[in-house]
């Protein structure tokens, strides 16, 4: 069974930048993108997603309060929120729903942990 | 047509509303260090609106008196930033950035100092990280409190010749907990618009480059 990665922003040049970032260091994964919370929960009601990359200050509900949602839905789902908004309580947040942080501007580099980390535990689980 | 469909594209829009995005939720976490409450944010507002229309979109949203701290930023592309706020809040932000160490008195002696030192680490981390990512220095002027209402705000030059028109992007913040909002705003003429356009197109070549 394939990958397949949800992102979630309302910045198509920041979903570009994430997409090349994924395509980098998993090249095998499928690609969906959405461009706010409404979206993403219809990818997610169409098809089976593994791993979900959300922004966190988008028009709407904001990518902390989609997280805590999708947490409910898929406990074990790898989800990150990511965001240079760095502030105490929004990384408190982002732990307590179980989601990794990942400092915007995004880099290959900041995005290695999560993808490597989630690739990890998708192959766990499968086995 | 506007204006902002001849000088910005699509995407270009987007890429700079995502590089204001960057640099005021940096910023924001440095204002929630100094006040010690989480401070929350809009999504920006990019819009190429006369001056009449940039202090129209404020005053809508503000009738009272207003205070701001002004830093002028100048390089490749040039203008002004404001970290803006009704008066009426002006004393709960000293209040909160002096950790209510402060007397009555003596927090308004120092009312404007740390209305500056407020501003210059707001602006500062907003225009930095927009700087790094264009790969582009500014300098950035000493902060000036002033109070007045918007259209004293935001005339930039008097007698420029772009016909008035500005780039400007506004962020609301708030304070949680704290009676404490406003915004932060920047505005840019039109020859500073012309060389942020290069210097967004550059960027999205590098970020986008071989996708």
């Known amino acids: 069974m394939g990958t397949t990665v949800l992102i979630v922003d309302d910045s198509k040049l920041a979903r570009?930048?994430?997409?090349?970032?994924?395509?980098?260091?998993?090249?095998?994964?499928?690609?969906?993108?959405?461009?706010?919370?409404?979206?993403?929960?219809?990818?997610?009601?169409?098809?089976a997603i593994d791993v979900v990359i959300l922004d966190y200050n988008m028009p709407g509900r904001d990518g902390l309060a989609l997280a805590e949602e999708l947490r409910e839905r898929f406990p074990t789902m790898p989800i990150a929120v990511a965001t240079a908004n760095v502030q105490d309580e929004i990384i408190a947040r982002a732990r307590a729903a179980n989601a990794t942080f990942i400092a915007k501007p995004v880099t290959e580099d900041g995005m290695r942990g999560f993808l490597s980390g989630a690739a990890l535990r998708l192959r766990s689980a499968s086995k | 047509m506007s204006p902002q469909t001849i000088l910005l594209d699509d995407l270009e829009r987007d890429a700079l509303t995502e590089l204001v995005n960057i640099g005021v939720s940096r910023a924001a976490a440095n204002l929630r260090k100094m006040v010690g409450e989480q401070v929350l944010l809009s999504v920006p507002s990019v819009e190429v609106v006369s001056r009449e229309g940039a202090t129209t979109l404020i005053r809508e949203r503000e009738s009272g008196e207003l205070v701001a701290v002004r830093q002028d930023f100048e390089g490749v592309f040039s203008g002004r930033a404001l970290l803006i706020f009704p008066q009426t809040n002006s004393m709960a932000l000293?209040?909160?950035?002096?950790?209510?160490?402060?007397?009555s008195e003596d927090a308004a002696e120092m009312e404007n100092e740390a209305l500056a030192e407020t501003g210059n680490v707001v602006l500062n981390s907003c225009l930095a990280t927009m700087a790094n990512m264009l790969q582009r220095p500014l300098t950035m002027s000493l902060p000036e409190v002033i109070r007045g209402d918007g259209s004293m705000l935001f005339n930039l030059s008097p007698g420029a010749s772009d016909g008035g028109v500005v780039l400007f992007l506004y962020i609301n913040f708030a304070i949680n907990d704290r009676d404490i909002r406003g915004y932060i705003a920047m505005l840019m003429d039109l020859p500073s618009l012309q060389a942020l356009k290069g210097l967004i197109a550059d960027f999205i070549e590098r970020v986008v480059g071989g996708a």
């Open chain 1, 16 to 47: 570009i930048v994430l997409s090349k970032a994924i395509t980098a260091l998993q090249p095998d994964w499928v690609r969906l993108e959405a461009g706010n919370a409404d979206e993403a929960i219809a990818a997610f009601d169409g098809q």
């Open chain 2, 94 to 103: 000293v209040h909160a950035v002096t950790g209510g160490a402060l007397s």
